[in-house]
């Protein structure tokens, strides 16, 4: 049995939406050994901060929230596509080239996941692509970019997989993973009310 990581390292230097810094995580120590004989830290972060799963509310007002994901959904098998050769958006033309089947969580690997600052022009799932994903029955989509969609008014790549129940998972770091057939574990954190929250995420080979 082979384990592969596939989630982003969290720290203050890690690549964040647009590069703002008011999105970089802070881990902060409450007390160290210099006061006690302890060690105790904090963790300042936003809910898309790294590899995160996207609940409904994040884009439909009243959506579901991250707790109530069920986690069936999100340790499930799946299926990585490779779609490294695409320099600007995946679309229902470049999907239509594989086998999806119905039920299947696919994992959208780009040149994303070979690049280690964050770039304005990353790869993303048009809304074409959305529709086809949904149109094919999948269960979730997971990308590696820290948005699974950019420069779309009004966000129909988020939502028209939201409004089918598709659960989206996005910062996916799939650079040494080769495409097909893996088992995904990715539980995002159980935190009530939420839109969204980080989950470590691993595929597991048998
Ligand atoms: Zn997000």
């Known amino acids: 049995m082979k384990v592969i990581d596939i989630s982003m390292s969290i720290h203050q230097a890690m690549p964040v939406y647009k590069n703002k810094p008011e999105k970089k995580p802070v881990l902060k120590f409450v007390q160290d050994f210099t006061i006690s ?4 830290s904090e963790l300042i972060i936003g809910m898309h901060t790294g590899t995160h799963v996207d609940a409904p509310l ?3 007002p009243g959506g579901n929230t991250v707790d109530r994901i069920s ?3 999100v340790v499930t098998e799946c299926r990585v596509l490779d779609f490294t050769g695409l320099q600007d958006k995946i679309t229902a033309n470049n999907l239509a080239t594989r086998e999806i089947q119905p039920g299947a969580f696919i994992l959208l690997k780009t040149k994303n996941s070979y690049k280690q600052n964050f770039d304005f022009n990353f790869v993303f799932l048009e809304q074409s692509g959305a529709i086809y994903l949904k149109e094919a029955g999948v269960s979730g989509v997971g990308i590696d970019a820290l948005g699974i969609e950019r420069d779309q008014p009004g966000h129909p790549t988020h939502k028209t997989l ?3 129940g598709i659960i989206i998972i996005e910062g996916l770091r ?3 993973v080769e495409e097909g ?3 995904l574990c990715a539980a995002p ?3 009530v009310g939420a839109e969204s929250a980080p989950a470590r995420a691993f ?3 048998f």
């Open 37 to 40: 004989n302890s060690c105790e």
């Open 58 to 60: 994040h884009m439909l």
């Open 71 to 73: 986690l069936a959904k």
């Open 162 to 164: 939201f409004e089918a």
């Open 174 to 176: 799939l650079a040494g």
């Open 181 to 183: 057939n893996y088992f």
């Open 189 to 191: 954190l159980k935190v």
């Open 203 to 205: 595929l597991i080979r």
